[in-house]
């Protein structure tokens, strides 16, 4: 193998972060508490409703995605309160332990990891448990690279008194969301996934159903108390994460220019090479109804996850994840999230070959790479 090696970052988050974002942040810090930093403040946090497809405001933490999902609960129900909560994976677990750390009396509709919930089974749970007033979904499973009929969900929660959240913290921009015209009621998400960011924000965002709740909410809480952000609105009740703003400002900027339905579509294609040449070469998918976040592969007998990625990552510069959790050792998930483009892809799926090839699974050369080829050709991108 050369000596100089190129990095790839295939993982679900953090992503690959676009030179001009990185530049972005590359100015003087401003104090934030100035017209000038509210002004920029204010324009960004405006324009990045766009990403959510709502009208709703939408908040910025200085956190990782987690601490907007500690918000959506904290701010909506109060200890001893009941939410139904699906769980089909490592994320979904999370929504059930933070409730659980807050009192809040847990429904859970408890899935093999892998499968996608129903909008029967969310029906089941709604007409079973009247005094839930919450729901809690992940609307892209990044544990194990599945995805959830929302839209669907959101039809039955539309017209009632539920209030549906969703961690898209991966599903952002990957997968399409139309917050307002869907009917979703509260939105959390990250910086270091489709946003094309490094780590660091979490954002959220309400429909007024949902702020009905937070406005009688007696959760104990502090930071990431919503009213305090509310009133200070768009300041931040907090010291703001300055430079981090002027990059999320050139991000959004990136992506409008690229069209929201372009980076939807740019997602679904990647997907789909990526699915096609991983069957290519023999392997399965993990997922029962596989998104465009991360394609999660099954670990074919005798070979090691650990082993896989290792090889990927030290010798190919191609950095990959393993499972999480219970199948952390059962499947490894290629990506195709935030600032990736074609070739990231090709170049990623090659890597796969020859580390396949070198652990004795039996590889003909380009059998993968010729099946993303031959997508991106009849997707219409390449060709
Ligand atoms: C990455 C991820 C998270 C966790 O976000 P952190 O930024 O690590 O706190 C939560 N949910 C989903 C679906 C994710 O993909």
């Not at 009208?55 to 933490?61: D, G, K, P, W």
């Not at 009632?160 to 990957?174: F, R």
């Not at 929201?260 to 294609?269: A, G, L």
């Not at 290519?280 to 465009?292: C, D, H, I, M, V």
Request: charged share 25%; net charge negative.
């Amino acid at each position: 193998m050369f000596k100089l090696k190129k990095h790839y970052i295939m993982a679900p988050g953090p992503t690959p972060v676009p030179v001009d974002v990185l530049l972005a942040g590359a100015k003087e810090t401003i104090h934030h508490r100035t017209p000038q930093f509210l002004e920029i403040m204010e324009k960004t946090l405006d324009e990045a409703r766009y990403l959510f497809q709502t009208s709703n405001r939408v908040y910025v933490f200085v956190s990782s995605g987690t601490g907007a999902m500690e918000a959506a609960v904290t701010n909506l129900l109060n200890p001893g309160e009941k939410a139904i909560v699906v769980v089909a994976g490592k994320f979904g677990e999370r929504w059930k332990e933070i409730c659980e750390a807050y009192g809040i009396n847990v429904v859970e509709i408890a899935l093999e990891w892998g499968e996608a919930v129903t909008p029967e089974q969310i029906e089941k749970a709604m007409r079973e448990h009247p005094d839930a007033k919450v729901i809690f979904t992940t609307h892209s499973e990044t544990s194990t690279g599945t995805v959830i009929d929302l839209q669907a969900i959101a039809q039955l929660t539309k017209d009632t008194d539920k209030v549906l959240v969703t961690d898209e913290i991966s599903g952002l921009l990957a997968e399409p969301l139309k917050m307002d015209e869907w009917g979703v009621d509260v939105v959390v998400a990250g910086s270091q996934k489709g946003i094309m960011m490094p780590p660091g924000l979490a954002f959220i965002t309400l429909s007024k159903k949902a702020w009905e709740l937070v406005e009688k909410n007696k959760c104990p809480k502090y930071y990431f108390d919503l009213k305090y952000y509310e009133e200070n609105y768009p300041d931040n009740p907090w010291t703001p994460a300055v430079n981090m703003i002027y990059m999320l400002n050139q991000s959004v900027k990136m992506l409008k220019e690229e069209g929201i339905e372009n980076v939807w579509e740019r997602h679904r294609i990647l997907g789909e090479a990526t699915r096609n040449a991983v069957k290519a070469l023999g392997l399965e998918l993990f997922s029962k109804r596989p998104g465009n976040v991360c394609t999660a592969v099954k670990v074919p007998a005798g070979l090691e996850a650990k082993k896989i990625t290792k090889i990927m990552r030290d010798k190919y510069g191609v950095t990959i994840a393993g499972g999480q959790g219970k199948i952390s050792n059962s499947i490894f998930r290629i990506a195709h999230l935030g600032y990736v483009s074609l070739f990231d892809t090709i170049a990623a799926i090659s890597a796969l070959e020859f580390t396949l090839h070198e652990l004795g699974y039996p590889v003909k050369f380009g059998e993968g790479v010729k099946a993303a080829m031959e997508t991106f050709h009849r997707e219409g991108v390449a060709g």
